[in-house]
Every structure is written in C-alpha cells, then in structure tokens.
T-cell receptor
C-alpha cells in the first residue's frame, strides 16, 4: 500500500543552521505531496505542497522539490529560527478516491538560540 | 468560526464506556475527514465524508467506531465500549472538496485527546 517514510528525530539545531528533513514515498501513479507542521499546542498546518513531478513548494523560507525519479520530497531551510521548533510531517495524497492523506511518523525539531 | 473546531478537547473515559467526539468544519466545506494520531506517530486516516455521504470508512479499526454527518456539516465520531488501545488524539479536517474543484487543502482542527483508563 501507499506509505511515507521520513527521517525520525528528534533533531536539535542551533539558530541559523541548515535544515534537511528527508522524506520518501511509495505509491502508484502520481500522488500529491505535502509537508505539514505542528507547532507546540497547535493543530496541524499545511506548510507547503507539490502536485506534480519537479514542482517546488515553498513557504516561510522552507522548500521541497517533488522528485519522481527518487520518490522523494525532502524539506530544506537555509537558516532555521527558534520559531521553527515544531513537529514536521510529510504526507501524500493519491489522485482520485477519497483524497485521504497518508502521513509519515513525523520529526520533532528543536531550534536553540 | 474561522477554522475547524473540535470538542471536547480532552476526554477521559473508563474502559467500556461509549464516547462521542464532535467536529465543526469550516463553513461551506464539502469534504470532512477523521484521523487518529497515536502518541509519537503520524495521523492515520479513519473515514471521509462528502457532504452527508460517508464515501470511505476503510480506516475505521473496528465496528466499535462509527461516524456520521447527517446534515453535511457537523460530524460526530462515536466509539463504543472503549478500549485502552483507543487512547489517541482524534483529528478532524475539512476541505472545500468538490465545491472547490477537488484536490483542495485539508484544514485540521486542534484534535480531541482521548485517554481510556
């Protein structure tokens, strides 16, 4: 079945460090790919998305590129801030059907000043 | 309200008790989803509604779980005879769905944290 595998944490970085969170997926066809973020005490929020191969999603300084050849959607940010401390989830959605999201396990990021 | 709301935010139940969890989606959103998030895990799909029709319930773990959305707006997830393994955060999400042409962003509520003792 469809699945998402993402780098497991927790990860602790210093402010202004470079961030990469790896995400790979298994799915037939051409799923849409997402990064969701959960800040402490808040609900899941969409961070960025890409709906077809080679698309790049970006938001708040984060970027991820849909790579069909490697079935990956790695999240990157050049310089993290304390406010980026959160849990990050990679997810996919198949075309058609119920449009349910399939999530990875999530990775907790802590950024220290 | 502006976002998806869920109630109660926290629920403690004794094993064997029935519980009902409520979700108020964003006004006008056609699609509604329920997910279950165990501690330290990603959310897992339970069921999906398009208006009042339950189109996919493949993720419901047992026949003790039941969801409804009778008027195509508010939804209730009911768990009968709760077990300890039902302890989790239950998330509701809504999207414009067909009203927006499909493939719309899902907006999540804050979740209901259920603890079964």
């Amino acid at each position: 079945g469809d699945s998402v595998t993402q780098m497991e944490g927790p990860v602790t970085l210093s402010e202004e460090a470079f961030l990469t969170i790896n995400c790979t997926y298994t799915a037939t066809g051409y799923p849409s790919l997402f990064w969701y973020v959960q800040y402490p005490g808040e609900g899941l929020q969409l961070l960025l998305k890409a709906t077809k191969a080679d698309d790049k999603g970006s938001n708040k300084g984060f970027e991820a590129t849909y790579r069909k050849e490697t079935t990956s959607f790695h999240l990157e940010k050049g310089s993290v801030q304390v406010s980026d401390s959160a849990v990050y989830f990679c997810a996919l959605r198949k075309q058609g059907g119920s449009e349910k999201l399939v999530f990875g396990k999530g990775m907790k990021l802590t950024v220290n000043p | 309200g502006a976002g998806v709301s869920q109630s109660p935010r926290y629920k403690v139940a004794k094993r064997g008790q029935d519980v009902a969890l409520r979700c108020d989606p964003i006004s006008g959103h056609v699609s509604l989803f329920w997910y279950q998030q165990a501690l330290g895990q990603g959310p897992e799909f339970l069921t999906y509604f398009q208006n009042e029709a339950q189109l996919d319930k493949s993720g419901l773990p047992s026949d003790r779980f039941f969801a409804e959305r009778p008027e195509g707006s508010v939804s209730t997830l009911k768990i009968q005879r709760t077990q300890q393994e039902d302890s989790a955060v239950y998330l509701c999400a809504s999207s414009l769905g067909l009203a927006g042409g499909g493939q719309e962003t899902q907006y999540f509520g804050p979740g209901t944290r259920l603890l079964v003792l």
